[in-house]
């Protein structure tokens, strides 16, 4: 397992100069368009591209369950009930994702992965028109997870 993929914890925190908030939720009406059914496999085939990503090292051998957590998340994000929370406790997602190492260039791989789900959209019963929503959200909520600036060169002395 890389280090380089996981923070250590005198590492400075970086914190992005929007919060959450500043971010547009995607389409609400996702959840009843594609139901629990087509979130969960959307989310198992992001987690199968993150496992063929040069992240995977950042994610749990058990590449299902970690599908499966996140996909709970999903659901209440795109207007269906509050599951994740449910079964899990409050999302706090910023925290949660502070052991892993998230930099700006980590986030846009992070991004690429689900850019190649987005593109099966359909086999998720998420409608083209709602893609465009959804991507801004995945790239304004993902900035929020950046927790490490990017690397510099260290000084010569
Ligand atoms: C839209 C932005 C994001 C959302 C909604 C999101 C959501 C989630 C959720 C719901 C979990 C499950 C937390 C749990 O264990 O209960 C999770 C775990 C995780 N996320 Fe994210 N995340 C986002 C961005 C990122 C980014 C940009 C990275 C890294 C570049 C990342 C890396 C991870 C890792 C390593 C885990 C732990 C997975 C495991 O259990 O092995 N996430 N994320």
């Given at each position: 397992m890389s280090s380089e993929l996981f923070r250590s914890p005198q590492d400075p925190i970086y914190i992005p100069?929007?919060?959450?908030?500043a971010v547009t939720p995607p389409d609400s009406t996702l959840y009843e368009t594609m139901g629990e059914a087509g979130i969960i496999a959307m989310l198992r085939a992001f987690y199968e591209e993150l496992g063929r990503?040069?992240?995977?090292?950042?994610?749990?051998?058990?590449r299902e369950q970690a599908a499966y957590r996140s996909a709970m998340f999903f659901v209440g994000l795109l207007g269906g009930p509050p599951l994740y929370a449910q079964k899990?406790?409050?999302?706090r997602m910023r925290a949660r994702h502070l052991p892993f190492r998230i930099t700006p260039a980590y986030q846009q791989i992070w991004l690429s992965c689900f850019e190649h789900v987005l593109t099966r959209h359909q086999e998720f019963d998420m409608p083209a028109e709602s893609v465009a929503s959804f991507r801004n959200f995945l790239e304004g909520f993902s900035a929020w997870m950046v927790n490490t600036a990017e690397p510099t060169t260290p000084p010569s002395r």
């Open positions: 100069p929007m919060g959450p908030d990503s040069s992240l995977a090292g950042m994610f749990a051998d058990d899990y406790g409050p999302p």
